[in-house]
């Protein structure tokens, strides 16, 4: 059984920073590209970031320079980690796996930027 599993969300101030995790079971994590989703109140959900099977990143130009995306194989975890975040940051955050045609999503994490 294939699991995603978010964590680390919450609440900060802004100008703060929060590090997400996703924890992945039941793939072959190395094999996967993954990607962190958001999807703020009233809103589409957005593309935030990717990496690569081979550690090659890109980002949404809103989190560009404040974000960065790594992944640690050995450990089948993915993370964002988030620094001088806004209030427009806030969102709930999904992982997703992709692997040519399958993919898979985790439940989602909330974020909440507020003083």
């Known amino acids: 059984q294939v699991q995603l599993v978010e964590s680390g969300g919450g609440l900060v101030q802004p100008g703060g920073s929060l590090r997400l995790s996703c924890a992945a079971s039941?793939?072959?994590?190395?094999?996967?590209?993954m990607r962190w989703y958001r999807q703020a109140p009233g809103k589409q959900r957005e593309l935030v970031a990717v990496?690569?099977?081979?550690?090659?990143?890109n980002y949404a130009d809103s989190v560009k320079g404040r974000f960065a995306i790594s992944r640690d194989n050995a450990k089948s975890t993915l993370y964002l980690q988030m620094n001088s975040l806004k209030p427009e940051d806030t969102a709930v955050y999904y992982c997703?796996?992709?692997?040519?045609?399958?993919?898979?999503w985790g439940q989602g994490t909330q974020v909440t930027v507020s003083s």
């Open positions: 039941g793939i072959i994590f190395s094999l996967y590209t």
């Open positions: 997703k796996a992709e692997q040519l045609s399958t993919t898979y």
């Open positions: 990496i690569s099977t081979g550690r090659i990143t």
